[in-house]
């Protein structure tokens, strides 16, 4: 049997970020899917989503409200934030929140995060 490599989905109103994210999740193995904005990603619905990794500052939907949209849809869906703005950052780990990262983010620390979710989403069904 063949294992289903997991999917990404990425969504940042940024070409540059969304070009390298792509390519770092796909290296590491996953399937990446880029969207410019929450509208298209929300359009093609979330099935066959592993997890999904959103910018917060985004014109239209930004990505604190996709986050909640998503939990309301797919409670189970790992969601990871980014952000160029540290104090948000910040007060969000302060809060407790993990899944907050900040840009230029770590990318050994997001793939480690990334493959500890998909782990404990996978061993909790």
């Known amino acids: 049997m063949i294992k289903r490599r997991p999917v990404v989905a990425v969504v940042d109103d940024d070409p540059r ?3 390298s994210l792509e ?3 796909e290296s590491a193995g ?3 899917r880029s969207f410019p904005s929450a509208g298209p ?4 619905g979330l099935s ?3 997890l999904l990794i959103t910018d917060i500052g985004m014109p239209g939907t930004n990505g604190l409200e996709l986050r909640d949209l998503v939990r309301k849809a797919r409670p189970d869906l790992p969601v990871f934030l980014i952000t160029g ?5 910040d007060q969000g780990r302060v809060q407790g929140v993990s899944g907050f990262f900040r840009k230029p983010f770590d990318v050994k620390r997001l793939l480690a995060a990334v493959g500890d979710a998909l782990r404990n989403r996978d061993s909790g069904r």
């Open 23 to 25: 390519d770092l999740l």
């Open 85 to 89: 703005r540290h104090e948000i950052a």
């Open 30 to 32: 996953y399937v990446a």
């Open 48 to 50: 066959g989503v592993d």
């Open 41 to 44: 990603l929300l359009a093609g």
């Open 17 to 19: 970020v969304l070009e």
